[in-house]
């Protein structure tokens, strides 16, 4: 009886293992010759600087003649993250473990905690670092900006984050020059923003910096927004 009973385990768990084996996690079709357009989520991500710039940035497969954009998102576990207002979102990628694609374009939505715990999450810090080793552009918006701050790379430049963040970074960090009465700041490869609705004009400037005015206001047509880089208060620093 006990040599049955054993058997029966024997079986329940292989089947368990086998099971699991073959639940193989699944990564997005990541296409040669676009832009790979990273969002770091995690716990607290609120919604708008996630899809605002998400939208946007997917939309370009939809246009030709472009080099378009790879958007995926990436996270420090494979579970389900759950964003401020309560969606939960599977990563694309776990940074911690994953092998990732090369990353052009980093975006860092603002989170719940980007003014506290975040910033003392070693891992999350580190990986903004090895990134923007290589990438092509590092965004921010709201307070994704003290992320950046925090990994140290906004030194020497000047940013923006949340109109009623910005007194609170500039205590945090004082020797970071913070404008306040811009919605985004475009310096060198790094662009940040006041965040909110106002997420969607800081990624149609990027769109309209790489792809010009015709494709951004296409762009921002398909989203019923009306496009003008002129209206909207921003700092691009070197432009005259």
Not at 41 to 63: K, S, V, W, Y
Not at 155 to 176: A, V
């Amino acid at each position: 009886m006990k040599r049955i009973l054993y058997l029966c385990v024997l079986v329940v768990t292989f089947s368990c293992v086998t099971k699991e084996s073959k639940e193989e996690k699944v990564f997005p079709d990541i296409k040669e010759g676009r832009y790979n357009v990273a969002f770091l989520i995690m716990d607290g991500t609120f919604n708008t600087e996630l899809t605002a710039p998400f939208d946007i940035f997917q939309h370009t497969i939809f246009r030709k003649g472009i080099k378009q954009m790879n958007v995926f998102t990436v996270a420090n576990t494979n579970a389900p993250v759950t964003t401020f207002e309560g969606m939960r979102i599977l990563p694309d990628f776990n940074y911690l473990k994953d092998s990732l694609p090369k990353i052009d374009i980093l975006v860092v939505p603002s989170a719940e905690h980007h003014l506290d715990s975040d910033l003392e999450n070693k891992d999350l810090i580190s990986f903004v670092q090895r990134v923007d080793k290589e990438a092509e552009f590092v965004t921010s918006h709201c307070d994704g900006a003290f992320v950046l701050a925090k990994a140290g790379v906004l030194k020497g430049k000047i940013s923006t984050t949340f109109p009623s963040d910005i007194d609170k970074m500039r205590k945090m960090f004082p020797d970071l020059n913070i404008k306040k009465e811009v919605l985004f700041v475009h310096d060198g490869k790094y662009i940040t923003s006041a965040g909110g609705a106002k997420s969607f004009e800081a990624a149609l400037y990027l769109c309209e910096y790489l792809y010009g005015k015709e494709i951004t206001k296409s762009l921002a047509g398909g989203l019923v927004i009306d496009w003008d880089v002129n209206k909207v208060p921003h700092l691009i620093v070197g432009k005259e």
